[in-house]
């Protein structure tokens, strides 16, 4: 599962890097004047933060969400090895009794 994430992201950055690349060319090898190339890069640059703001947002809510994922999952297996802890003290618990009774039967 965590090779799916590094790999989609992996695949997202080499998007965004061959997007702005290409933009790059194009604007430098566009046969325009000097102030609407850069009027274009502005233009680019707010849509690419705004881009990044909003990857931003969705990479923190996916992150908060993993993490509450994480603590579910160590909280339910914290429960479990305590009901096992529990269990096995209850069992020990009953041997020894068990065990007592029967040398208590033996000494008669």
Request: zero cysteines; hydrophobic letters at 40%; glycine letters at 10%.
């Given at each position: 599962m965590?090779?799916?994430?590094g790999?989609?992201a992996?695949?997202v950055?080499?998007f ?6 290409g933009?790059?060319?194009?604007l ?10 850069r009027a ?7 849509r690419?933060e705004d ?7 969705r990479?923190?809510?996916v992150?908060?969400?993993?993490v509450?994922q ?5 909280g339910?297996?914290?429960s479990a090895?305590r009901?096992?802890f ?21 000494d008669r």
């Amino acid at each position: 599962m965590a090779d799916d994430r590094g790999s989609s992201a992996a695949v997202v950055l080499a998007f965004l890097t061959g997007t702005a690349l290409g933009a790059l060319a194009a604007l430098v090898l566009a046969p325009e004047s000097g102030s609407d190339s850069r009027a274009q890069l502005r233009r680019y640059a707010r849509r690419a933060e705004d881009n990044l703001r909003d990857l931003a947002g969705r990479a923190g809510e996916v992150y908060e969400e993993v993490v509450g994922q994480g603590k579910d999952f160590v909280g339910a297996k914290k429960s479990a090895l305590r009901d096992a802890f529990e269990a096995g003290r209850e069992a020990m618990r009953q041997e020894r009794d068990h065990r007592s009774g029967d040398e208590e039967s033996e000494d008669r």
